[in-house]
């Protein structure tokens, strides 16, 4: 009976856990293994599983599109957050591999391309590209979207809609 009881708390504390957001399964396993022997552990986490309230497969997608829609990051830079949430490498892989780096490069840097608006293209460039950087674009990225978000700034034509996905992204000016 102690040990049904004991199931029944973890499952309720995971649950709580769950409620802020949703959690890999070695988040999971994490925090109730401070408290909680492994065997029960393994039975709230198969409960929760069996529920479809842990999968890390769901919960890599949410994350990405979290990302993508809040704060776009490099598909590099999400795929290494996901593996440090304790999502396996090649669930990580399968999730960014569509993503594309150059179209969440210029809504990365939109919002400061606008308020640079003003400032010489040296400046311009130098300011987005440490902002890119960090957000973890590779330099050939980085490159392409200064270009298109310069080109954008120059014609005085508003943000393009991005859920176009006939926008086009190619045209580049060397630098």
Not at 69 to 74: D, G, I, K
Request: glycine share 4%; hydrophobic share 35%; with cysteine.
């Amino acid at each position: 009976m102690k040990n049904r009881d004991s199931c029944l708390h973890a499952f309720n504390v995971a649950l709580r856990f769950l409620s802020y957001r949703p959690r890999s399964e070695v988040e999971v396993r994490t925090r109730l293994g401070h408290r909680f022997s492994p065997t029960i552990v393994d039975r709230v986490l198969v409960a929760l599983q069996d529920r479809g309230l842990v999968n890390d497969s769901d919960f890599a997608s949410l994350w990405r599109d979290n990302r993508s829609s809040f704060n776009p990051r490099s598909a590099d830079s999400i795929r290494r957050e996901l593996t440090a949430k304790g999502v396996s490498s090649e669930i990580a892989e399968d999730t960014v591999r569509d993503m594309d780096d150059l179209y969440n490069a210029c809504r990365a840097g939109r919002r400061l391309a606008q308020r640079l608006a003003p400032c010489d293209f040296t400046s311009f460039a130098s300011r987005l590209r440490g902002h890119l950087h960090r957000r973890g674009f590779s330099a050939d990225i980085v490159r392409q979207a200064i270009s298109h978000l310069w080109d954008q700034n120059l014609d005085n034509t508003p943000a393009p809609s991005w859920e176009n996905e006939d926008t086009d992204l190619t045209h580049t000016r060397r630098f």
